[in-house]
């Protein structure tokens, strides 16, 4: 797995168009093995990306738990620590 590709369900405020664009975008250039597609592939890529992105977007609102939403920056300091300690 991508160690880019974020958890984006339950979090308070919800994933933004962005978020899950650009998790999408990780995922179609894990899968496909480029960063940058050349000119002859760049329409399958993008095409690709939208077709993920609207996936993600129909998973992620049509997912439901009675888990109360996670707070982004609390997750985002426990990332940071962890990082912190992995790499010290």
Same mark, same amino acid.
Request: aromatic share 6%; proline share 6%.
């Given at each position: 797995?991508?160690?880019?590709? /974020? ?11 962005? !978020? ?8 179609? /250039? ?19 990306? !939208? !077709? ?5 977007? /129909? ?12 707070? /982004? !920056? ?15």
């Amino acid at each position: 797995m991508c160690r880019n590709i /974020r958890t984006l369900f339950n979090f308070a405020p919800p994933a933004t168009e962005d !978020e899950i664009r650009a998790s999408a975008l990780q995922f179609v /250039r894990k899968l496909s093995g480029f960063a940058s597609p050349s000119k002859a592939n760049d329409a399958a890529f993008q095409r690709a990306v !939208e !077709e993920v992105s609207d996936a993600a977007r /129909r998973l992620l609102q049509s997912m439901q738990t009675v888990a109360p939403p996670r707070d /982004r !920056e609390a997750v985002a300091i426990k990332a940071r620590l962890k990082a912190q300690q992995r790499f010290a």
